[in-house]
């Protein structure tokens, strides 16, 4: 069963358009974190975010910003005022007491283009 | 994050061959993790090492592919006589204890030809 489900496999926008990347994942952990990763075209991974079970404060970072709802097991990201530098594959992961090590569980992606 | 250094950055190897991918963890960190990412997938979890010890290789293929973490030294991911299904790329990631936060070496891109 899919622990983390991006169910937008691609979305495309135009500059300065604000775009929300859902994630909704599945556990029945009580402690766990939920990351954001940005994979740019260079292929790296960039760390966005980590953020605990117990807190559900949402987090703003210059046009960033994460919306965490245990209600709905859902931690959505959004870019305000998208740029062409935006563009690329964010990955959402839950990471679960019950893993070994609380090892990464990934969702396959949303592949974001922001174009001029 | 660049301080978790995996080399080479793409390795090219023929079917039958051996591919070794080396994973040097950022200083001061005694866990590491790999994870594959197959085209146009997400990553997926292979093994979790501490110094000289496989703590969960679930996530690994049952032949061919084995992990190690020496005391000294980086961690190896030997992939034995490889085969087109391989050709990935092959991620580490390191911690200084279980897992919180993971930071990510660049990766290396296994083709397989």
């Known amino acids: 069963a899919q622990k983390v489900t991006q169910a937008q496999t691609e979305i495309s926008v135009v500059e300065k358009e604000d775009v929300t990347l859902d994630c909704v994942y599945e556990?029945?952990?009580?402690?766990?974190?939920l990351f954001w990763y940005k994979q740019p075209p260079s292929g790296e991974l960039v760390f966005l975010i980590r953020r605990n079970s117990f807190d559900e404060q949402n987090e703003i970072s210059g046009r960033y910003s994460w919306n965490f709802q245990k209600s709905t097991s859902s931690f959505n990201f959004t870019i305000t005022a998208s740029q062409v530098v935006d563009s690329a594959v964010y990955f959402c992961?839950?990471?679960?007491?019950?893993?070994?090590?609380?090892?990464?569980?990934f969702g396959k992606g949303t592949s974001l283009l922001v174009t001029p | 994050n660049a301080g978790v250094m995996q080399n080479p950055r793409h390795l090219v190897r023929r079917r039958g061959q051996e591919a070794r991918l080396r994973c040097s963890p950022m200083k001061g960190h005694s866990h590491v993790y790999w994870y594959r990412q197959l085209p146009e997938e997400g990553l997926k979890f292979m093994v979790y090492l501490q110094k000289e010890n496989i703590i969960d290789e679930s996530g690994m293929p049952k032949e061919r592919f084995s992990a190690e973490f020496p005391k000294e030294g980086p961690s190896i991911l030997r992939i034995q006589q490889v085969v087109r299904g391989d050709s990935a790329a092959y991620f580490c990631?390191?911690?200084?204890?279980?897992?919180?936060?993971?930071?990510f070496g660049q990766g290396t891109r296994l083709t397989v030809v």
């Open positions: 990631a390191s911690s200084t204890r279980t897992l919180t936060e993971a930071f």
């Open positions: 556990t029945r952990d009580t402690t766990y974190y």
């Open positions: 992961a839950l990471s679960e007491s019950s893993n070994s090590g609380y090892a990464l569980n």
